[in-house]
């Protein structure tokens, strides 16, 4: 069966803290590795990414996918409050995306 | 910025009854999708819809459930006959190739 699975569930660090979430997976006819964040309500689009080895990075977030060990890890630099909420990891297979639970990230000030 | 739309935002039913949830893709997006995220859970595929016809379904996606899309613009996911477990947010999302932009989300309530 396909899995997405993230971790931790939840963390809560401090403005300034440096965090790093995990999203290990296994599917069949894997074609790519989504990052998405949400806040109250749809999910919105952070990172995808096809190739293994290769970061990708948007200001203070980067992230980057192994295909060998099947894992990818999201990176928040100098977290502000304005990063709390759930990042979720999703895989697309053929024509189906499969979401891990989330992590759940609260910055306190 | 284009983004995909969804109506009603929010939609009370009684058990038993239809509901249609409506959504609007990005105009030059082929790919359709619809999930659920029931309160406090992950999100759940439902359905991808490519080519006028549905390109994958999971399990949630059972004869209650059917997907059209009536016009060059909307799509919309139908259940049929609406039971307690249905509650949920239901998002529509839309991709070019794979990134895909996801709507609000209609949140559907069944008394």
């Known amino acids: 069966e396909d899995k997405v699975v993230q971790s931790p569930l939840s963390l809560v660090v401090h403005e300034g803290d440096t965090v790093t979430l995990n999203c290990s997976y296994e599917v069949t006819n894997f074609r790519s590795l989504l990052w998405y964040k949400q806040e109250k309500k749809a999910p919105t689009f952070l990172f995808m990414l096809t190739s293994s080895g290769i970061e990708k990075k948007s200001g203070r977030l980067s992230s980057i996918l192994d295909k060998k060990e099947l894992f990818s890890i999201l990176n928040i630099t100098a977290t502000q409050t304005g990063d709390s909420a759930i990042y979720l990891c999703?895989?697309?297979?053929?024509?189906?995306?499969?979401f891990g639970t989330g992590t759940r990230l609260k910055v306190l000030a | 910025e284009p983004e995909v739309t969804q109506t009603p935002s929010h939609q009370v039913t009684q058990m038993g009854q239809e509901v249609i949830l409506r959504c609007v893709p990005i105009?030059?997006?082929?790919?359709f999708y619809w999930y659920r995220q029931i309160l406090g859970q992950k999100v759940e595929f439902l359905v991808s819809f490519y080519n006028n016809e549905i390109s994958e379904k999971s399990e949630i996606f059972d004869d209650q459930f059917s997907v059209e899309r009536p016009d060059g613009s909307n799509f919309t996911l139908k259940i049929r006959s609406t039971k307690l477990e249905d509650s949920a947010m239901y998002f529509c999302?839309?991709?070019?190739?794979?990134?895909?932009?996801f709507g609000p989300g209609t949140r559907l309530l069944v008394l």
């Open positions: 105009s030059n997006h082929l790919y």
């Open positions: 999703a895989t697309s297979g053929t024509y189906k995306y499969i």
């Open positions: 999302a839309s991709s070019e190739v794979e990134t895909q932009y």
